[in-house]
């Protein structure tokens, strides 16, 4: 066992070699500026290489407690993503039977080493709770006051943002529809389709989760929702990916269209676009009709006058354009016609009472 003295000039030595400022305070009642630099040099010999090892090995067994994940906890909005790195950052801390139940807590006092499993199993236990309490927003955090152990907070967690209701569901659903990729980049759009997918997941039951075919639907699935949501410069890999058989997995997938965007970005900067090189026609394109302009439409926009917020059957232009030719009626002029109206009447009368000797013009 190293001696206080000597550790704490193991300690000083291992500042020399660069180790955190944090390990020099090891000890109460020692500061940093105790130790000099110029009191030892790296190339003292007076420790021995265990010792220095045991410096390192219990500073980082003290500053364990303050080690945490970078994720934040916000809601349901990012609890799957959380919850994954909690889970796997519990794991490698050899503390995940603490969350899932496999380390209980000793009851038996009767038992020879009851005092020191206790104090173990406190130990570690007030651990966890502190790294999910650092690694959640405050308004989460107060709420997780009232639990006493590790799997209480963490089912807690779990009862409040994993919840298979119908209307969550159905909200998910209508947003992975929604969701276009536009201006964002293949590896931003491919993380913002995943997050809802993966919320999405939560609502599953564990039953369907285990059955090969569900999955494998699934994937297919995805793989169609993130395709059509991809923008026209894509067409060509598109229709390509569609025809194969068997379908490919959407991680796959998103590695080519990776490749794809590279490909096209460094034809923009040499201007091979402008050049008149236009993109591959739909793999879903109408057969060729002379006289009229091809292309893929986007689902609100007229194919005839390119213009958004209607469909070509309701087009005012082009129902204007469709009215039938209706050629003016000739009628004649309206005071011609009433004094040659007027001037016959008068001949007709003169006419017939000079007839009749009654009257003569």
Not at 71 to 97: D, E, T
Not at 200 to 225: G, I, K, N
Not at 247 to 254: G, I
Request: glycine share 4%; net charge positive; proline share 4%.
């Amino acid at each position: 066992m190293v001696s206080r003295a000597r550790f704490a000039k193991a300690t000083a030595f291992c500042s020399c070699l660069w180790v955190p400022s944090s390990f020099l305070h090891l000890f109460s009642g020692r500061s940093a500026s105790a130790f000099r630099r110029s009191e030892i040099s790296v190339s003292d010999s007076q420790f021995s290489l265990s010792e220095v090892f045991q410096v390192f090995f219990m500073a980082t067994e003290r500053d364990d407690s303050l080690q945490s994940i970078s994720v934040q906890l916000n809601g349901s909005s990012n609890y799957a993503y959380w919850s994954y790195v909690m889970r796997n950052f519990l794991i490698g801390k050899r503390m995940w039977g603490y969350v899932s139940g496999t380390f209980v807590k000793p009851t038996n006092s009767a038992t020879k080493n009851y005092a020191k499993e206790l104090e173990t199993w406190e130990v570690n236990n007030s651990k966890i709770i502190t790294w999910i309490n650092n690694s959640v927003s405050q308004s989460i955090g107060v709420q997780l006051a009232k639990y006493d152990s590790a799997s209480q907070v963490w089912e807690h967690l779990k009862r409040l943002y994993v919840q298979s209701n119908f209307a969550k569901q159905y909200q998910l659903e209508i947003d992975i529809r929604a969701l276009q990729q536009h201006s964002m980049s293949i590896q931003e759009f491919y993380s913002a389709m995943t997050n809802l997918w993966d919320q999405l997941a939560l609502t599953e039951s564990a039953e369907l989760q285990a059955f090969t075919p569900y999955t494998d639907r699934r994937e297919q699935q995805r793989l169609v929702q993130f395709l059509m949501a991809l923008r026209n410069d894509f067409e060509g890999l598109r229709g390509s990916i569609l025809h194969r058989t068997p379908l490919p997995s959407v991680d796959s997938v998103v590695n080519e269209l990776l490749a794809e965007e590279v490909r096209l970005k460094s034809h923009s900067e040499k201007g091979i676009v402008d050049k008149g090189i236009l993109p591959s026609p739909s793999v879903f394109a109408a057969p060729v009709v002379k006289g009229k302009s091809q292309g893929r439409v986007n689902y609100d926009e007229c194919s005839f006058c390119k213009e958004k917020g209607h469909w070509k059957a309701q087009c005012p232009k082009l129902l204007k354009k469709e009215q039938p030719y209706q050629p003016p009626q000739w009628r004649p002029p309206q005071s011609t016609y009433k004094n040659f109206k007027h001037t016959s009447q008068s001949s007709c009368f003169s006419i017939c009472h000079a007839w009749d000797g009654s009257l003569w013009v």
